[in-house]
């Protein structure tokens, strides 16, 4: 589903921010992506989603290798993952309901579909009733509910995270990485980077620890850091 063979990323400030990463991510996996401050988790993520483009090696998503992926089409691509930040990132001006249709309506989905798909999700995340309210008027988990409620609503095969509780306390984490385990039952790979130990250790699922841009350690049903 996801695969690094061999990237590298040099940072135009000759920052290397990964080195010779080479990572398999299966189709269904939920895996945590842990690391200290500037080891890399979000170059890591960027270059998955197409911010930001490798300096050595390969990637491959959804058996798409991404350095064929145009500009152009980078928007279909997109489609095909769905993306959580810590900041939400939901448009001001839009209540939750255009929120998450416009995500639908930039890959030009039916209105007919749209129509049927958004009050879905919107249910699945709990926030049916909010859906006229903007973004101002929801709480944090609101609205990080309302990213979520997006970010799956062209049913994508990968969900990528990027601290999506970093802003959130620790019930409302909890809330949202409840949301997240439901989601990757029905089958969504999930790959999250962050640096809530409490949740990492709690959740028992593959952790990826970078280090200094390199892969440290690589463990099933693994915690935040080694136990030694
Ligand atoms: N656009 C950029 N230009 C130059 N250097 C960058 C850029 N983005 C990140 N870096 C550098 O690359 C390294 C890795 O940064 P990255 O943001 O991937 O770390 P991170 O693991 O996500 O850290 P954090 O936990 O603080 O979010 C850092 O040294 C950072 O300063
Ligand atoms: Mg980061």
């Known amino acids: 589903m996801i695969e690094f063979k061999n990237v590298s990323k040099l940072y135009d400030n000759n920052v290397k921010a990964l ?9 269904g996996e939920f895996v945590f992506l842990v690391g ?3 080891a890399g988790k979000s170059t ?16 491959v998503v959804a058996g798409k290798k991404l350095n064929t992926v145009t500009r152009k089409q980078i928007p279909y691509y997109r489609r095909k993952i769905g993306m959580v930040f810590q900041d939400f990132r939901l448009i001001p001006t839009l209540n939750v309901y ?8 930039v890959v030009e989905a039916q209105p007919k579909e749209i129509r049927k798909r ?5 249910s699945l995340v709990g926030l049916s009733h909010k859906y006229k309210m903007f973004p101002n008027e929801l709480s944090g988990g609101e609205q990080q509910r309302v990213a979520l409620a997006r970010a799956i609503v062209n049913n994508p095969s990968v969900l990528i995270c990027d601290e999506p509780t970093g802003n959130l306390d620790p019930e409302t984490a909890n809330e949202i990485m409840e949301l997240l385990e ?18 990492v250790n709690n959740m028992k699922k593959r952790v990826i620890a970078i280090e200094k841009g390199s ?8 915690m935040y850091e080694d136990e030694n």
């Open 44 to 59: 890591f993520i960027k270059m998955l989603i197409k911010e930001t483009e490798p300096t050595v090696g390969e990637i």
């Open 215 to 222: 892969i440290a350690r690589d463990t099933a049903r693994g």
């Open 182 to 199: 439901d989601i990757n039952r029905a089958g969504t790979t999930i790959l999250m980077a962050t640096h809530a130990k409490d949740i």
């Open 98 to 105: 255009e929120n998450v249709a416009f995500a639908m309506r």
């Open 19 to 27: 080195s010779e990463v080479n990572i398999s991510i299966e189709s």
């Open 118 to 122: 958004v009050p879905m999700v919107l």
């Open 36 to 38: 200290p401050s500037g």
